[in-house]
């Protein structure tokens, strides 16, 4: 909220569009050539779960899940196989990610950005992200509004990135997505140690995903891994 009582998030649903990175960092982000393909790759076992195999440029995928359910570990996931083939990533609104959790499913964090604490301001943070990077993962600090998210999903459209946004039953995201992951149960297996993590995981959205399907997959692994069950 600012001294003047109005919210970022309300700024935010009003203001044009205005990039904030400065030159010489959207330089270093931006590829050096131009897309080749319509869709960023997906590692296992998402590859055979999705439609197309990857996640469609332009789209949005929300991955919804209670706490403590795996829905961090499923959205980072789906950054791992993008990022280890060069594309750029940026995860908001997640104060302590695990970047040995995120190295262990595969992530290159060398081409991953933190905003850890946007607060208000978490959408103008992402809407500005993507103006330089590939993919967005954001988590909300509390419901998001449908105005709000309805400009965050019409920027994503129009730069041609993929925005993953982690929600929770008790705060949904607002708008329908093209992808979307509702984690429904998770049951860690353990020895000695907490040894893996099996999460049930309806996939749904648009298009093919429309019909729905449910899978058992296996997050993380005995080597931090995303797998099939």
């Known amino acids: ?5 109005y919210s970022y998030e309300r700024m935010f649903a009003f203001s044009p569009p205005r990039p904030l990175l400065s030159p010489e960092l959207l330089a270093a982000l931006r590829p050096v050539s131009l897309p080749k393909s319509r869709t960023l790759p997906l590692g296992d076992p998402w590859r055979a779960l999705v439609p197309g195999a990857g996640l469609r ?3 949005t995928v929300v991955v919804e899940a209670p706490v403590g359910l ?19 990533a940026a995860v908001v609104g997640v ?18 950005l933190f905003v850890p604490r946007p607060r ?11 103006d330089g990077v590939d993919l967005v993962l954001v ?4 419901r998001a509004g ?7 999903m019409d920027r994503v459209r129009e730069r041609g990135t993929v925005l993953i946004a982690l929600s929770e039953p008790r705060a949904p995201w607002p708008l329908p997505a093209d992808l979307f992951f509702r984690v429904t149960q998770a049951e860690w ?3 000695s140690r907490l040894d893996a993590r099996y999460l049930t995981v309806r996939v749904s959205g648009r298009g093919e995903a429309a019909r729905g399907s449910e899978h058992v997959v296996v997050v993380p692994n005995r080597r931090g891994r995303a797998e099939a069950s």
């Open 57 to 59: 440029r332009g789209s």
């Open 146 to 152: 449908h105005g709000v998210a309805r400009r965050l």
């Open 95 to 112: 104060d302590d990610p695990g970047v040995v959790a995120m190295a262990e499913l595969g992530v290159d964090l060398r081409r991953v």
């Open 139 to 142: 988590r909300p600090p509390s």
């Open 120 to 130: 208000g301001a978490w959408a103008e943070s992402a809407a500005d992200l993507l």
């Open 189 to 191: 297996v353990a020895s």
């Open 1 to 5: 909220m600012t001294t003047s009582g």
């Open 70 to 88: 795996g829905g961090l570990s499923l959205a980072l996931s789906l950054l791992s196989e993008a990022s280890t083939q060069g594309h750029w």
